[in-house]
């Protein structure tokens, strides 16, 4: 079987199995764009997996439970904490209207726009029913339960915070695209996602590589190449040893 790249559709190049994968990981490489890529045996069926959202059982479970291989989760909380500065920089510099919220999580993008910037028109979405139940009774504003794929709202965006959403989707060719046409021209996107270059100098800690449910693992220089080709100009690159 030939599996394509989810960037580039290009043919992917199996290197190795993911060692006791539920679902039956393999890593691969895209033999044009270079971007190591997970993916899932052709046995695997998402809706008998209750880690899986498209579980079709009554209730999937967290990812701390029953845990994977390399599912363990830090949260998006922390990553927000860690590049909060820089966002609230960039928004004051923007100055949207209209601000999107790609994969919205436990609602703390959208508790801090509306407590800072409360002209801002805020949208967000996030598929995981779990986080909703963070929702409740602290101010969150409305959040729809659905993937951005699945976004049908007539307005275009000022600005989009996209963290920790891209290594999930199952194609950033499509996911890149929906953003792209979301956009008024001139907006900005704000993308945080984990940094795979650390593997290179991590000798012991792997828990944070080929996670079961992280389908890209991208480099900081695929990242560009992913923007410059989807029609974004880069005003500003910053990176630490995990993000």
């Known amino acids: 079987m030939v599996t394509k790249c989810s960037i580039c559709d ?3 190049i199996e290197i190795i199995d993911v060692p006791e994968s539920h679902r039956g990981n393999k890593v691969n490489v895209c033999d044009n764009c270079g ?3 997970l993916v899932e045996s052709s046995k695997y069926n998402p809706t008998n997996d209750p880690h899986s959202l498209r579980y079709k059982g009554e209730r999937h479970i967290e990812a701390a439970q029953g845990a994977m291989w390399g599912n363990i989760r830090h949260g998006k909380g922390l990553r927000f904490d860690a590049h909060k500065n820089l966002l609230e920089k960039t928004i004051t510099n923007v100055n949207p209207r209209f601000v999107y ?3 919205a999580n436990r609602g703390h993008f959208a508790r801090f726009v509306k407590k800072n910037f409360p002209k801002i028109i805020y949208r967000g979405c996030e598929p995981d029913p779990i986080c909703f139940e963070s929702h409740v009774d602290n101010d969150t504003p409305e959040i729809l339960q659905c993937y951005t794929e699945d976004y049908k709202e007539d307005i275009f965006f000022d600005f989009i915070y996209t963290a920790h959403t891209l290594e999930h ?3 950033v060719k499509i996911h890149m695209k929906k953003l792209f046409d979301m956009m008024n021209y001139g907006a ?5 996602i984990p940094n795979s270059e650390n593997i290179i100098y991590e000798k012991y800690i792997f828990e944070e590589y080929f996670v079961e449910k992280e389908k890209n693992n991208f480099m900081l220089e695929d990242v560009l190449n992913i923007l410059i080709h989807s029609g974004f100009s880069i005003n500003n690159v910053n990176s630490d040893p995990y993000n």
């Open 188 to 192: 900005t996107i704000f993308i945080d």
């Open 10 to 12: 290009c043919n992917l």
């Open 35 to 37: 971007i190591l890529q």
């Open 169 to 171: 989707v199952d194609s």
């Open 101 to 103: 919220d790609d994969g």
